[in-house]
């Protein structure tokens, strides 16, 4: 995935949701209405989240140390799963805990502040003006992520990928554009009608929603972390390029492992004709490791055993 293509997204989300935040939040100061205080927290996290990406790719950069001799490139996978806690978090459980205690006074009978407010025209404006700015945010990702996706439907993609930042902000922006609908509906409507449990009602289903986006990156992420082996299409590139290579002639097992969303570790066991020479072993491992770095450049660790074909798989 390219990071340049990726922090190009992350940015573009950055920057729309950190003046959205201030927007909702003036909004939700002028008219109480408790949909803008959730989606003021929902931007506040999104903001949050894209700031936690692009320091999670930074930290990626540094070099190999000795307490970690395979580098960081799992970083942006720890970024992504801390994106879901706090989503889940600050997010959906807050939009939640604000819309049962917006029921609460609607069901008490306490005046309505939206429609009390001769500012009930600004929430309407400031969502309006949101929709736009998460669509032009929303289309970045994916135009950014399209070269990425090819034939795969957007689910595959989003579960496919080993790089979590276009999915993550891909998935932030569908959300933030549905949270932003759902606010929209519970403002319209107590404005239309003076029933201040539209409110309520909107502010649920961003909680909601918030909730389903958070647990879905979660398990993506989780899965990241414990360690995903590299694509079907990788694999086989690695495996016909190194029994294609000379003097190997066939392998025995392969694995493979990603570091990072560029970095994979090759580990396989080959057979190697019969010989007496350390030195033809050795040129046999060098032919081998060439072809697989000429078949996937992602490939950082990269350990061959040679051994004599006994017809056995292990």
């Known amino acids: ?14 920057a729309a949701n950190g003046f959205i935040a201030i927007t909702k939040f003036g909004a939700w100061a002028l008219t109480g209405a408790a949909s803008m205080l959730a989606e003021g927290v929902h931007s506040v996290a999104d903001t949050a989240n894209q700031i936690l990406l692009l320091r999670g790719g930074a930290v990626a950069k540094r070099e190999a140390t000795e307490e970690h001799p395979f580098g960081y490139g799992r970083a942006p996978f720890i970024s992504a799963f801390l994106v879901s806690v706090i989503l889940f978090s600050l997010g959906g459980l807050f ?22 407010s001769q500012w009930w025209w600004v929430p ?14 929303f289309r970045t990702a994916i135009r950014e992520s399209l070269p990425l996706k090819g034939t795969k439907s957007w689910p595959q993609f989003i579960r496919s990928a080993k790089s979590p930042d276009l999915p993550v902000i891909l998935l932030e922006d569908f959300a933030a554009l549905l949270g ?31 909730i389903l986006v ?17 694509t079907p299409e990788a694999v086989a590139g690695i495996s016909a390029a190194l029994a294609g290579a000379d003097g190997v002639l066939r392998v025995i097992h392969l694995k493979t492992l990603h570091l990072g969303p560029s970095e994979i570790l090759v580990a396989a066991k080959i057979a190697v004709e019969p010989t007496e020479s350390a030195a033809r072993v050795a040129e046999v491992i060098d032919n081998a490791e060439a072809a697989i770095r000429a078949a996937n450049a992602e490939v950082t660790a990269l350990y061959l055993e040679p051994d004599i074909d006994r017809n056995v798989t292990a």
């Open 214 to 230: 958070a647990v879905t990156l979660a398990m993506e992420t989780r899965s990241l972390l414990l360690g995903e082996a590299a």
């Open 124 to 137: 309407i404006a400031v969502l309006g003006f949101a929709i736009v700015a998460e669509g032009f945010s």
């Open 1 to 14: 995935m390219s990071a340049h293509g990726g922090n190009r997204a992350i940015i573009a989300a950055l």
């Open 180 to 210: 932003l609908v759902f606010a929209l509906m519970g403002v319209g409507m107590t404005l239309l009608t003076h029933v201040g449990y539209w409110d309520v009602a909107g502010t649920a289903l961003i909680g909601v929603l918030l």
């Open 95 to 116: 939009a939640l805990y604000e819309a049962f205690h917006k029921y609460e006074e609607v069901a008490a009978g306490h005046p309505n502040e939206l429609l009390e």
